[in-house]
């Protein structure tokens, strides 16, 4: 389903507060606008065809148009974001005044961390083009614009990290919707059998599919996917070893630790001490 700027407009913006449980129902695509948007609480996953990519509070994230994807919550924290939306005529404008390769290079990227000073700083850039745009003065396009140009520039100068996970392959409409599945329900007892009946294919030829396409594995791809979120777990709240196993898909703490340290290469509870 395309998605289109406001008509007549050449940069929007808008502060969304979605519940945590918001997904999009199905894979969508802009079809004449960059985007980009500021996270102020949640955590989110977002799939591609090509990438699949996380972003959280404070990370900025970056959408070009025609590019099918979906997101996907990561918490239950409520998701409120600041959302930019940049016509091509626009996006023509920064590369000719500033530098194409600033902007081919974000979006490539698709997400960017900043340290906590620099995440106040650019919660305080959106706010105020926020209030520009809700303003509509006659020259309030220009004014924008400029705004646009100066927090580009802020987040190709301050990034420190950030970016996607690329498939081998480009991903078939099942194997995006088997993703989606996983990432939706990771803490279920999801199996091979169950996807590949879900998918409409035999449990053989899904086993051969998946591999062929992600690189591993059905059963190593939900395990990845499991252990990101225990680290998001440790990192994030002081619930115990046992209780994170439970909401992330593990029959008990031990057998979480075991994996968590084949995994990652230290147990949970160094994980949690390093900080990381």
């Known amino acids: 389903m395309p998605i ?11 502060k969304r507060n979605l519940p945590a449980d918001y997904h999009m129902p199905q894979m969508e695509m802009a079809s004449d606008h960059y985007s980009f948007g500021f996270v102020l609480s949640g955590d989110r996953c977002v799939i591609t065809p090509k990438q699949q990519f996380d972003y959280h509070a404070g990370d900025v994230s970056l959408m070009p148009p025609l590019l099918y994807h979906r997101t996907i919550s990561l918490s239950d924290a409520p998701y409120i974001n600041y959302l930019v939306k940049v016509s091509m005529e626009c996006k023509e404008e920064f590369c000719r005044q500033v530098d194409r390769t600033i902007w081919d290079a974000l979006y490539e990227q698709k997400v960017c961390s900043f340290a906590p000073e620099q995440q106040s700083r650019l919660e305080g850039m959106f706010e ?9 003065a006659p020259y309030s396009g220009v004014i924008l614009q400029g705004m646009l140009f100066r927090i580009f520039t802020y987040i190709w100068e301050n990034r420190q990290g950030g970016g996607a996970f690329n498939f081998g392959n480009e991903l078939s409409a099942e194997m995006l919707e088997a993703l989606s599945r996983i990432e939706e329900s990771y803490e279920e007892e999801l199996t091979l059998e169950q996807m590949a009946a879900e998918a409409g294919f035999s449990t053989a030829y899904f086993s051969r599919l998946f591999k062929a396409q992600l690189g591993v594995p059905f059963s190593e791809y939900l395990t990845n996917v499991r ?39 230290m147990t949970p509870s160094a994980f949690r001490k390093s900080g990381k």
């Open 4 to 14: 289109r700027m406001p008509a007549g407009e050449r940069i929007s913006v808008q």
């Open 128 to 136: 105020d083009m926020l209030q520009e745009y809700e303003k509509g």
């Open 227 to 265: 252990i990101r979120h225990v680290q998001e777990l440790l990192a994030q709240t002081d619930k115990s070893i046992s209780e994170i196993a439970l909401e992330t898909g593990f029959c008990n703490g031990d057998y979480l630790a075991a994996r968590f340290k084949q995994k990652v290469g």
